[in-house]
């Protein structure tokens, strides 16, 4: 069993996620492993990229302060092997394509398993041109997380099935953020995976109070929180490490509550 199926084994999963070399690369070094032991069941780490077409402005603003930092895809690769060496969660790269054809698909596949990166998502892909890096990430043994969203309908049965690692549910349309409410009806899409593949789903996209962690652990496998840990992050700065895991804590105790 790998690391990420290991993440859902009997267990709703709370995911936290971070822009890589936000404000800096030594704070992202030092945060991600007291994430893992405040209770992030797996952690998503973003490369900061100029053009991050599906964030809102929080994880934009991070975007920026990381690149004006000095972080680039080969130092990233370079902390997170460090890291690994501390943590025992799933890591996986959130990313867009641009940087990965840039850095060449093979050789960017190659370096994630290398640095012990389990899986990566990359929301501009769409699944039917995913072929374009999941032959590189299968090669490599790194999961090329699948997305579905509110209006994939049709294509849910299609993508569940082929999913690999988890299914990163999108529980709003347009782009990430903190939303006072999520009006979707998650627990439709969530049954139709599950009508078809035994695959984990995990809820992202808005979630920000331990109340909606726990409503939408409720009906599915996990709650996936990135903004209000990038806007904890903006707040505090090189500060930041017992806020965030404070605020971990708390969300974690409520995934498990559901």
């Not at 199926?5 to 995911?15: D, G, L, T, V, Y």
């Not at 603003?61 to 930092?69: G, K, M, V, Y």
């Not at 789903?201 to 409720?218: H, L, V």
């Not at 996990?222 to 700065?237: D, K, N, P, T, Y």
């Amino acid at each position: 069993m790998n690391r990420i199926s290991r993440a859902f084994e009997n267990q709703k999963a709370f995911i936290a996620f971070v822009t890589g070399g936000d404000p800096d690369l030594e704070t992202t070094e030092a945060l991600i492993p007291q994430m893992a032991a405040a209770g992030a069941d797996l952690i998503e780490i973003g490369i900061p990229f100029s053009d991050p077409i599906a964030e809102g402005i929080v994880i934009q603003a991070a975007d920026e302060r990381a690149l004006s930092a000095g972080t680039t895809t080969d130092k990233l690769f370079d902390m997170v092997k460090r890291v690994r060496g501390k943590v025992d969660v799933p890591l996986v790269f959130m990313t867009y394509i641009n940087p990965v054809y840039t850095y060449g698909t093979d050789k960017f596949a190659k370096r994630c398993a290398e640095c012990g990166i389990d899986g990566m998502i990359i929301p501009d892909v769409p699944f039917e041109e995913r072929e374009e890096v999941s032959g590189a990430c299968e090669a490599a043994g790194v999961e090329l997380i699948s997305m579905i969203a509110p209006t994939s309908h049709e294509r849910i049965d299609r993508i569940a099935k082929q999913a690999k690692g988890f299914l990163y549910c999108v529980s709003s349309l347009g782009v990430t953020g903190v939303r006072s409410r999520i009006t979707t009806n998650i627990k439709d899409m969530v049954d139709r995976v599950k009508a078809v593949s035994d695959i984990p789903c995990a809820i992202g996209f808005g979630i920000s109070t331990p109340e909606q962690a726990r409503e939408m652990a409720a009906v599915s496998d996990g709650a996936i929180v990135g903004s209000a840990i990038v806007r904890l992050i903006a707040q505090h700065g090189k500060d930041c490490i017992e806020p965030v895991c404070r605020y971990i804590r708390d969300m974690k105790a409520a995934v498990r509550a559901a």
